[in-house]
């Protein structure tokens, strides 16, 4: 593996190293080719960063318990060091040394939804490392659907930290193509897993207020954790304002194209997007459609007739849009609250920086 530090920089009285390589590509296609997981598990063991799939996005991953390690995460997505990281683990028993308690509650979640796309909050072990929780008092664990990333973690034998595998504010990576393109020449290895189920990070639930509440929405719904844990308070945009967030996804914009980019929430939105194209005459313009693409005098792209599918591509095709040089992204969104629409209606407002048109 090839190293080189590139620069070295000053910020007030804190200096940084900024070291360059190139990440290795392991293309994993079934469970017969598991034991390529073994370097990339290795580096991880060490140190080293490497990036892996889920059901939800590609994490980049780094030895939890190591905060060295922990910082480099930071550094290599350009990360404010006060957005907290999720662990990931490969066993449900993996959790306990991690936190002070597995309240009721977790038990549940633990028993009835893992794995699955949903992170639990609880106060931490002395095991884990400020660096991982910003701080922070608790810490926030998943055990991930993914059997690729749960070996991988099994195989490594260390909790693995692991933001969304992008730089900060980029559109999450549903693909291992989205990683390269992001943090290629900045981590040791890429695990590529295919495209990703869910296509939206996984929901976040504190388990340290009463009732529990939502911190971030994701494809475990507030239905289905209600269902289970009896009142569970939903996900409020109030929360955006915490200042010591306990999950990330709380603070900053995130999700971003590089063009600038308008949602238009509701139905008949046609005419409103219309007269967008027209006041943005002369730019390179893509309309996002949920189904049949209309009749726009423009670059259209559909994005899917339903918020699973719309949810499954949404990183995915904002990426297209940057590839195809878009400076104005126009995004339909006819899906209303409830089920995984409302994870798709928060990342989509997020991805628009709150630029958005409410449609009668």
């Known amino acids: 593996m090839k190293k080189n530090c590139i620069f070295f920089k000053k910020s007030g009285i804190m200096y940084t190293w900024v070291n360059m390589m190139s990440a290795k590509m ?12 073994n370097e990339a598990a290795n580096l991880l063991a060490k140190g080293e960063l490497v990036a892996f799939p889920t059901e939800t996005v590609y994490g980049l991953g780094g030895n939890a318990l190591m905060e060295d390690t922990v910082k480099r995460i930071y550094a290599a997505k350009g990360r404010p060091s006060d957005n907290p990281l999720i662990v990931h683990i490969a066993e449900k028993e993996d959790v306990y040394p991690l936190v002070k308690e597995v309240t009721p509650a977790a038990q549940k979640i633990l028993e009835n939804l893992w794995p699955g796309p949903v992170t639990f909050i609880l106060e931490k072990s002395d095991l884990v490392p400020d660096a991982v929780t910003a701080g922070g008092k608790t810490v926030a664990v998943r055990m991930p659907e993914h059997e690729i990333a749960r070996e991988l973690i099994r195989r490594s034998g260390v909790p693995v930290a692991a933001p969304s595998a992008n730089l900060s504010g980029r559109p999450s990576p549903t693909k291992a193509s989205h990683v390269a393109e992001d943090l290629g020449e900045k981590i040791a290895c890429i695990v590529d897993g295919g ?24 494809g475990v719904t507030q239905e289905m954790l209600s269902a289970l844990l009896g009142e569970v308070e939903g996900y409020a945009p109030k929360d955006e304002d915490e200042n010591a967030p306990k999950s990330p996804g709380m603070k900053y914009k995130h999700y971003a194209p590089k063009a600038y980019m308008m949602v238009f929430d509701g139905g008949n939105c046609r005419n409103n997007i219309l007269k967008m194209v ?13 189904g049949e693409t209309e009749d726009y005098p423009c670059e259209t792209i559909n994005c899917g007739e339903t918020a699973e599918i719309y949810s499954q591509n949404l990183f995915d095709i904002l990426r297209q849009a940057d590839e195809q040089g878009a400076e104005v992204i126009l995004a339909e969104l006819p899906f209303e609250k409830g089920g995984i629409a409302t994870a798709l209606r928060n990342r989509i407002y997020k991805s628009a920086g709150g630029n958005v048109m409410l449609c009668g």
Do not use: H, M, Q, W
């Open 26 to 37: 392991i293309k994993i296609t079934s469970k017969t080719e598991y034991d390529k997981l």
């Open 195 to 218: 495209s990703c189920r869910v296509g939206l990070e996984s929901t976040v639930i504190d388990l340290t207020s009463e009732p529990p509440r939502i911190l971030r929405p994701g």
């Open 278 to 290: 027209e006041a943005n005459f002369g730019k390179r313009i893509v309309v996002l459609t949920a």
